[in-house]
């Protein structure tokens, strides 16, 4: 016997019978099924191309909201407040020459408040650094005073005014006593600014 041009040898002849012995073949039109092919191992799939992640910009920062304006102490006729004491005891004493004055006598309070505000602010523009403000006594029997004596203080401290003053005190006797105001103003420059942020 020879299979392919090679020669089977008899001891191989003689293993190939007795395996076929024990071979049943298939009947006929049974067609043989292929052995199921076994996947190759599957190749593990590409790395996901790396996303390179852009830095984030930083959200832009909201503007600071301005500072709060100052809190500035109240006026007090008794004691000038925010002065150094060779200019507090010049205005005590009225050394410091008033540029201008307003009388308040024969006044309503609406009257009054009106123009004492138009009074500060003309005073102001004017850059007058020293105003006198003229409240009168008012009735010594009720022993309080009058009463625009005790609210010109008050309306000096108010919001709109206390910006454009530095202090106030009580008068001398030669310019009214206790029925007058000396009012120091701030000078102009913060007047510009005052502006600017309103």
């Not at 109240?74 to 004493?93: E, H, I, N, S, Y």
């Not at 009388?103 to 009257?111: A, P, V």
């Not at 309080?144 to 454009?164: D, S």
């Amino acid at each position: 016997m020879s299979e392919g041009g090679r020669r089977i040898r008899d001891e191989e002849a003689a293993l190939w019978q007795r395996i076929a012995r024990d071979v049943t073949p298939l009947p006929r039109g049974v067609v043989a099924l292929e052995e199921e092919a076994v996947p190759e191992e599957e190749a593990p799939p590409p790395p996901a191309p790396k996303t390179i992640e852009k830095p984030r910009r930083a959200a832009p920062a909201a503007s600071p909201a301005p500072p709060p304006p100052p809190v500035l102490p109240d006026l007090d006729p008794a004691m000038p407040a925010g002065l150094d004491r060779r200019t507090a005891r010049r205005l005590k004493r009225g050394q410091l020459a008033a540029e201008a004055r307003l009388d308040l006598h024969g006044r309503t309070q609406d009257q009054a408040h009106d123009a004492l505000q138009d009074f500060i602010q003309e005073s102001r523009m004017a850059r007058r650094r020293c105003v006198l403000v003229i409240t009168g006594k008012g009735s010594v029997a009720s022993g309080r005073g009058g009463v625009l004596r005790q609210m010109v203080p008050r309306w000096l401290n108010e919001p709109a005014l206390r910006r454009h003053i530095i202090a106030i005190t009580n008068a001398p006797q030669s310019s009214g006593g206790a029925g007058a105001l000396y009012v120091l103003l701030r000078s102009r420059e913060p007047l510009e600014r005052d502006r600017g942020a309103g």
